[in-house]
C-alpha cells in the first residue's frame, strides 16, 4: 500500500557531496516521523537523521553539521543533503516513514530499499 523510494546515492569523493531522496507513495493519509538510517559492512544500522511533520530534527553525532534533513510534506518526500562526505561515511542509507494510510488511520513504519553512498577517492 505505501512504497519509499530513494535515489541520489553513488560515488564521491572524500570532501564531495550528495543529495538523497525519498518519495513516499501510495495510500497515504498521512506521515509522521521520517528518517534516514544507514548500514556499513559488517556494522549494526544506525540513525542518520530524522525529521518530525513540524520540522524538529535530530542528528547522529558523526554527521551534524555536516548533513541536513529536510522534507516536502506536500510531495511526501525527505531528502538529506550529505557535505563534506568521509570515507566512513560509505554505506547503504535507508530511508523510513511513519506512515497512516487511507485504511487503517494507524500509524506503521515503511522503509525504501536502500540506496549505496561510497565515499572513496
Known amino acids: 500500500q505505501v512504497q519509499l523510494v530513494e535515489s541520489g546515492g553513488g560515488l564521491v569523493q572524500p570532501g564531495g557531496s550528495l543529495r538523497l531522496s525519498c518519495a513516499a507513495s501510495?495510500?497515504?493519509?498521512?506521515?509522521?516521523?521520517m528518517g534516514w538510517d544507514r548500514q556499513a559492512p559488517g556494522k549494526q544500522r544506525e540513525l542518520v537523521a530524522a525529521?518530525?511533520?513540524?520540522?524538529?530534527?535530530k542528528y547522529a553525532d558523526s554527521v551534524k553539521d555536516r548533513f541536513t534533513i529536510s522534507r516536502d510534506n506536500a510531495k511526501n518526500t525527505v531528502y538529506l543533503q550529505m557535505n563534506s562526505l568521509k570515507p566512513e561515511d560509505t554505506a547503504v542509507y535507508y530511508c523510513?516513514?511513519?506512515?497512516?494510510?487511507?485504511?487503517?488511520?494507524?500509524?506503521?513504519?515503511?522503509w525504501g530499499q536502500g540506496t549505496q553512498v561510497t565515499v572513496s577517492s
Open positions: 523510513n516513514a511513519d506512515v497512516a494510510t487511507m485504511s487503517s488511520l494507524i500509524y506503521q513504519d515503511y
Open positions: 501510495g495510500s497515504i493519509f498521512s506521515i509522521a516521523n
Open positions: 525529521i518530525t511533520s513540524g520540522g524538529s530534527t
